[in-house]
T-cell receptor, first 115, second 109 residues
């Protein structure tokens, strides 16, 4: 099966600019996750979708971050305006999650550098 | 918190040796998952152990789970250079899956 696709692979922007990341999950996977991974740390969940509804966005900085999942498939994550501390790898993952026992499948991430 | 905490933070071993890392967590869980991350890549699922299981094997991997102690361990036997990576445990409670900071394993040739 095709894996989770993410783009772009790398992005460099200046602080206060905006940026968007795109994710295409594995076909048929109902659950989609966006994680932020700062260098040397584990992934931190930003938002979790079940189909096109939000399950958890408790750690999403909603004043600057937004995410959507149209038609329950692809998803975009946007940052506006970016801050220096947003420099990180943004990982998208998906799972079939019918009974909470499904593993997550990750994309290779987007490495964001904010200067 | 539900987040897993791995120990040690870093591990360096000789090729052919075994590597053991531990994970502790604080709440009841449905299952616990282990993932590997190679440098510059996404995480790859290694093994999932359910809360009613005590041990699970997959190839050279052996995972144990002790729910009474809220801990898990991952053993990699006969390590290879390709096992050099960061390893993360992720306890799952209902829909929430939280990752720790990971154990960085370096396998020396």
């Amino acid at each position: 099966e095709a894996g989770v696709a993410q783009s772009p692979r790398y992005k460099i922007i200046e602080k206060r600019q905006s940026v968007a990341f795109w994710c295409n999950p594995i076909s048929g996977h109902a659950t989609l996750y966006w994680y932020q991974q700062i260098l040397g740390q584990g992934p931190k969940l930003l938002i979790q979708f079940q189909n096109n509804g939000v399950v958890d966005d408790s750690q999403l900085p909603k004043d600057r971050f937004s995410a959507e999942r149209l038609k329950g498939v692809d998803s975009t994550l946007k940052i506006q305006p970016a801050k220096l501390e947003d420099s990180a790898v943004y990982l998208c993952a998906s799972s079939s999650d019918r009974v909470n026992y499904s593993p997550l499948h990750f994309g290779n991430g987007t490495r964001l550098t904010v200067t | 918190s539900q987040q897993g905490e791995e120990d040690p933070q870093a591990l360096s071993i000789q090729e052919g040796e075994n590597a053991t890392m531990n994970c502790s967590y604080k709440t009841s869980i449905n299952n616990l998952q282990w993932y590997r991350q190679n440098s510059g890549r996404g995480l790859v699922h290694l093994i999932l152990i359910r809360s009613n299981e005590r041990e699970k094997h997959s190839g050279r991997l052996r995972v144990t789970l002790d729910t009474s102690k809220k801990s898990s361990s991952l053993l990699i036997t006969a390590s290879r250079a390709a096992d050099t990576a960061s390893y993360f445990c992720a306890p799952r409670r209902n829909y929430k899956l939280s990752f720790g900071a990971g154990t960085t394993v370096t396998v020396r040739a």
